[in-house]
């Protein structure tokens, strides 16, 4: 509604132009009923007499409303009512009260919608009873029938206010909103509505009355009410009902029951993942296949709840898989060719297809399951595939005797997680086990180069006392002399025996390619690594440097050093090993750097591993050194000749081409276009590359932690990981990392480029990918392993 302060002028007007027609001398006098003098003319809905001045009869509805500009009291009789209306506060309105019956004339006019008679006189008649309100539906009240009438309606709050004019609650019905209106008086505060809510339902009492500032009039009417204590709550509508209170602390309950369970199940899960985590520890820790066994015969049927355990391991070279037993058991094996019935068909099953394989019910079950003597057979089987770097290992199979049961998908995985662990672990028990007959044979060795300098430094005396006791046993036929003689050729016979003995442990030398052997150290020695925190440059030379002996002397020499300088970084903050090649003088400089500050190092342990490797690398022409200098990392130098038919064949090599001069290096490729991963496919592998294209960066960062990648390209649109990470991440994996452009981008090139990092743009040129290729031919590759 429009503020009641804007309509004070139009009142004022209104009055005066009543006031003149009121003492403008009138033909006659103009008599109406109220419900004549309340008529409207359409379309506007304009009172009918408006402007005229007119005398009326009726009886005092209320006592007069005072606001701020003018004073209305209400008139009716039997079947209408009307209002008078004065300017300011008329004291003269004030002392007529509810059930006077008034003779009043004045001239009519419609000031704000209502029409109301501004009192020229006014006669008082007679006093009756205060007229009681009519209860009226609030619908009905919108209109024009009930107007200056005392009614009594009801309605629900929609909204609380208040105007200039006095203070307002509104409340609707399905023709729209109405409103109790509590008028003041000039100079007074509005009056306060407490205790009302928006929603309540409440009665009120008073004038009905209009209140439309702007045609049509049949508009915004309201109930005058002459106090807050003509509001009555009839209803009281709460914030929250009674029955959404119960509701919602019943969900409370029922979620805070969910909750209980759900922690409860969460809490048997951690329980199980903390048992899991535990045994696979104890699983890698073990000694031997046989205590793996044990473990998880103790503790898988806590956490799967099952009945038995049988752990199978290929044995690659009878192409059968083992039963690991328990000693003293008979051994088992299986043939993966013509497996019987029962549950090993099922082992070979899962074997074959290298994955895990669910029997819920044995009597639904492809194999026919027999049970062995004095068992019964089992209800639910789960065979696990025991995978080490994607290689089958073995099979694990879980057995459930007393039900059928099927495993849930977060069983199986769990399955899956021990039964890799498990592989992995075999996995390093035969590793461990070369380990053990490589320093078997090492120590052979070195007894047998002892036994040779031995023997060559008794061989001359003993050929010389041989000799000499010839001579004089054959100048003289002295006993003695002859027994020294045959004392002498026994022991050059015994002699003889152990160089023989010796020289059958050597073997042939073969060709071995010392930057090889090295590197599958670094990615053997790399697990162990990274969990000690330890970074590792690997600064080998792409260019094969081969020398002549024994791979597993040579392995097990370096496999000393470097497990060497990993226990002397223990202490150490900064831990980092180096390891670099290079060729000196037509021979192989192997330097293993380490940065183990010299408080820390031990020097009678540092003199062993020294004298074990130096036997093994002076049998092989060479020799091996610590250096040690102030404000220097001590590193190991071992030396060792290049073979001379592989240096030629490398010298002779013409290194003019770009593709030799990359061989043996590998490129990484991110774009989710077909034909911009083609292109540098064709380019690169035409520069003797090795390319791995893929279309996503995810994949292409999963990848760069399992492989080996010199330069990674990637497009700015790869899809998954942004680029800008991508490149932070790749930054200490690669040696240069290149971002594919659309176009030609100088503001990006001169953010990005640094060392390591180029901008290309798309499609690439053969002279941009040169420039690119011969900056990222950095010679270092860190590896970040802690």
Not at 324 to 353: M, T
Not at 436 to 443: I, V
Request: proline share 6%; aromatic share 6%; hydrophobic share 40%.
């Amino acid at each position: 509604m429009v503020a009641r302060a804007e309509t004070g002028l139009k009142r004022l007007a209104c009055f005066a132009l009543a006031m003149t027609a009121s003492l403008a001398p009138a033909p006659a006098q103009l008599r109406l009923t109220l419900e004549q003098a309340g008529q409207r003319k359409p379309p506007e809905f304009t009172a009918v007499y408006s402007g005229k001045t007119a005398t009326v009869r009726g009886v005092v509805a209320a006592r007069a409303f005072h606001f701020p500009d003018h004073t209305i009291l209400g008139l009716q009789d039997g079947n209408a009512g009307i209002a008078l209306e004065t300017m300011g506060k008329d004291p003269d309105l004030e002392r007529y009260q509810p059930g006077d019956l008034i003779e009043v004339t004045g001239a009519v006019s419609a000031p704000a919608g209502m029409v109301v008679i501004f009192p020229s006189q006014i006669q008082t008649l007679d006093r009756r009873a205060a007229p009681s309100a009519d209860e009226v539906a609030l619908d009905e009240l919108i209109g024009f029938r009930y107007l200056g009438r005392l009614v009594r309606t009801e309605g629900r709050i929609n909204e609380i206010g208040e105007t200039t004019a006095g203070t307002f609650l509104q409340v609707g019905s399905r023709k729209g909103n109405y409103r109790f209106f509590l008028p003041h008086g000039p100079g007074l505060p509005n009056a306060n509505l407490p205790g009302f809510n928006i929603g309540d339902k409440v009665a009120a009492t008073g004038v009905a009355n209009q209140y439309c500032t702007t045609p049509p009039y049949d508009r915004w009417f309201e109930l005058l009410v002459a106090d807050p204590s003509q509001i009555v709550r009839t209803e009281r509508t709460w914030l929250v009902s009674p029955m959404a209170v119960a509701g919602g602390l019943l969900a409370i309950l029922v979620i805070g029951f969910l909750l209980w369970l759900r922690e409860g199940r969460l809490e048997g899960q951690r329980a199980r993942l903390r048992k899991t985590y535990q045994l696979g520890e104890r699983i890698l820790g073990a000694p031997t296949s046989e205590t793996i066994l044990a473990e998880i015969s103790q503790t898988l049927p806590e956490i799967l709840g099952i009945t038995r355990v049988s752990l199978y391991i290929y044995n690659r070279g009878t192409k059968t898989l083992n039963a690991v037993v328990p000693a003293g058991h008979p051994a088992v094996s299986i043939s993966l060719s013509s497996p019987p019935g029962g549950p090993q068909a099922g082992a070979v099953a899962c074997f074959h297809y290298r994955t895990l394989l669910v029997i819920p019910d044995i009597n639904r079950s492809p194999f026919p399951i027999a049970a062995g003597p004095g068992q019964s057979p089992p209800k639910s089987l789960l065979f696990v595939p025991m995978l080490a770097q994607g290689e089958m290992v073995g099979v694990l199979e879980l057995d459930q005797d007393d039900r059928a049961r099927d495993f849930t998908t977060d069983e199986q995985t769990l399955a899956q997680h021990l039964g890799n662990q498990i592989g992995v672990a075999i996995r390093l028990l035969d590793q461990r086990s070369v380990q053990e007959q490589l320093f078997r044979t090492e120590k052979l060795a070195a007894v047998g180069r002892l036994i040779s300098g031995v023997v060559n430094e008794l061989r001359t005396p003993l050929s010389s006392i041989e000799e000499l006791a010839g001579r004089a046993g054959s100048n003289s036929h002295d006993l003695e002399i002859s027994l020294i003689g045959a004392e002498a050729r026994k022991a050059s016979a015994i002699v003889s025996r152990l160089v023989s003995f010796a020289a059958a442990g050597q073997g042939d030398a073969q060709p071995i390619c010392i930057t090889t052997l090295l590197r599958n150290l670094i990615e053997f020695r790399e697990r162990d690594w990274k969990a000690s925190g330890i970074r590792v440059g690997d600064l080998t030379s792409a260019e094969p440097l081969f020398v002549l002996g024994s791979r597993g002397q040579l392995e097990q020499a370096f496999l000393t050093l470097f497990v060497h300088a990993e226990q002397s970084l223990a202490e150490s903050a900064e831990k980092a090993i180096l390891i670099r090649t290079s060729i000196l003088a037509k021979r192989v400089l192997v330097e293993i750097s380490f940065s183990a500050p010299p408080d820390v190092r031990a020097p009678q342990e540092t003199a062993m591993v020294l004298g074990v490797t130096r036997s093994v690398i002076a049998g092989h022409g060479g020799e091996v050194r610590l250096v040690e200098r102030d404000n220097a990392q001590p590193r190991f130098e071992v030396e060792l000749p290049l073979s001379q038919p592989e240096r030629t064949t490398l010298a002779g090599a013409a290194p003019s081409a770009s593709a030799d001069n990359h061989r043996g290096l590998t490129a990484l490729v991110i774009d989710p276009e077909d034909t911009v991963q083609r292109q540098l496919v064709a380019l690169l592998s035409g520069r003797g590359y090795r390319v791995v294209p893929v279309g996503n960066a995810d994949l292409g960062l999963e990848l760069a932690h399992r492989m080996r990648f010199d330069v990674a390209f990637c497009s700015v649109h790869a899809p998954g990981l942004n680029w800008v990470e991508l490149s932070e991440r790749l930054q200490s994996r690669v040696s240069a990392f290149v971002l594919l452009a659309d176009r030609h981008d100088t503001e990006l090139s001169n953010d990005f480029e640094s060392d390591g990092r180029f901008v290309m743009a798309k499609p690439v040129l053969d002279g941009e990918l040169d420039r690119v290729l011969r900056g990222a031919d950095a010679p270092v590759t860190v590896k970040d392993v802690g």
